[in-house]
């Protein structure tokens, strides 16, 4: 009865890999700090999913040509390399901060029966934290993996506020309300 339990669970959960695109890496327009450490974590979700058969779909944020970064059509758009989607995987392009707004994720998630996200990704302080707020308005369960995010020093005001202390921040707002920290 237990592994049926099992069985149910995962084919109720799927990993939400949001924007993990070459402009956020090293060279990239929009570098954030420690990408290479949450895509490493990342990768790591990805085999445990795989492994379990669990469904993982991919977030990809396309800009329009007056935007500095994420711009359609360019290298720094693609999704990285080292974690590039399989063919089984899905892909939903977004053009919006929150990922369900205007894409297909919510009917994806309701025709294969999703209930959960295992989410991670970039940018913590924008996509990442608008589609888990929004998950839970669309009734979704939510664990975040911490470590498997990534963000970038913000200023307000002239003041410098460390990607450390962003990250910190934000994933403390999420925690409790909008997701389980994990």
Do not use: W
Not at 48 to 73: C, T
Not at 81 to 88: C, F, G, T, V
Request: hydrophobic letters at 40%.
């Amino acid at each position: 009865m237990k592994s049926q339990e099992k069985m149910n669970c995962k084919e109720k959960e799927a990993l939400l890999i949001i924007d993990v695109q070459n402009d956020y890496f090293p060279g990239g327009a929009c570098e954030l700090k420690n990408a290479y450490e949450a895509e490493e974590r990342i990768i790591s979700l990805i085999s445990k999913s795989r492994a379990m058969g669990r469904p993982i779909i991919y977030i990809q944020h396309k800009n329009p040509p007056d935007v500095n970064f994420l711009v359609e059509g360019t290298l720094g758009c693609e999704i990285s390399e080292r974690i590039k989607p399989d063919s089984e995987d899905k892909v939903i392009v977004k053009y919006f901060p929150n990922s369900f707004l205007e894409t297909e994720l919510d009917d994806y998630l309701k025709k294969n029966n999703i209930t959960k996200l295992i989410v991670c990704g970039m940018m913590t302080h924008m996509c990442v934290d608008t589609t888990v707020r929004a998950a839970m308005d669309y009734g979704y369960e939510v664990d975040l993996v911490a470590d498997a995010c990534a963000t970038k020093d913000l200023e307000i005001q002239g003041e410098s506020i460390p990607a450390q202390i962003v990250q910190r921040a934000f994933i403390a707002s999420l925690e409790g309300v909008f997701a389980n920290i994990v």
